[in-house]
């Protein structure tokens, strides 16, 4: 079955720290590999897909299909940064997301 | 409006009332999704259309829940005969492709609370 893990609900930095949000995904096909955020009071929205292999607001994500995970990391943490962050997995040909439960960013000043 | 828009924003029902959930995509997008979040959950798929067609409904929880989007626009989710554990915000998202992992443009939810 498919399945995405976040094992840390919660995550506290302090602003200019690294950060890296855990990803590990279960899936026997082809993966495609999404981070979603949501800040508050805000609606859920895309940060950014592996096959892009972009970085947006600083954050990137490689897909290791050898540990099959998906970590986000940001080399040096912004307040504004803080936010509810989910990991989703797309199963090839399908447009279904499979999302973990997701973890809450604060960045401290 | 350019985002996808869903109504209400919050709803109480009694216990065993029945609840209609609206949900108005982005213009001209194809694909149509519904998720149930639970509190401190993940969002977890209910059901999904391409145009009027529903071509997954593997995530209804029960033969109380039912969606459909009858002119391939406008989506609504009923559920009948409400219970408790039916107390989760219902996210409705959209993306503009088809038979492709896309882009969700997710609504702000409508956050159902049975009492």
């Known amino acids: 079955a498919q399945r995405v893990t976040q094992p840390e609900k919660l995550l506290s930095v302090f602003k200019g720290a690294p950060v890296e949000l855990k990803c590990n995904y279960s899936?026997?096909?082809?993966?495609?590999l999404f981070w979603y955020v949501q800040y508050s009071r805000q609606r859920l929205q895309l940060l950014l897909r592996?096959?892009s292999r972009e970085s947006i607001k600083g954050f990137t994500a490689d897909l290791n299909k050898g540990e099959t995970s998906f970590h986000l990391k940001k080399p040096f943490a912004q307040e504004e940064d803080s936010a509810m962050y989910y990991c989703?997995?797309?199963?090839?040909?399908?447009?279904?997301?499979?999302f973990g439960k997701g973890t809450k960013l604060t960045v401290n000043p | 409006g350019a985002g996808v828009s869903q109504s209400p924003r919050y709803k109480v029902a009694k216990r065993g009332q029945d609840v209609a959930l609206r949900c108005d995509p982005i213009?001209?997008?194809?694909?149509l999704f519904w998720y149930q979040q639970a509190l401190g959950q993940g969002p977890e798929f209910l059901t999904y259309?391409?145009?009027?067609?529903?071509?997954?409904k593997s995530g209804l929880p029960s033969d109380r829940f039912f969606a459909e989007r009858p002119e391939g626009s406008v989506s609504t989710l009923k559920i009948q005969r409400t219970q408790q554990e039916d107390s989760a915000v219902y996210l409705c998202?959209?993306?503009?492709?088809?038979?492709?992992?896309?882009?969700?443009?997710f609504g702000e939810g409508s956050r159902l609370t049975v009492l």
């Open positions: 998202a959209s993306s503009i492709w088809a038979g492709n992992t896309g882009e969700l443009f």
């Open positions: 899936y026997s096909g082809s993966p495609e």
């Open positions: 592996h096959i």
């Open positions: 989703a997995l797309g199963q090839g040909g399908s447009e279904k997301l499979v």
């Open positions: 213009s001209g997008h194809v694909s």
């Open positions: 259309f391409q145009n009027e067609a529903q071509l997954d």
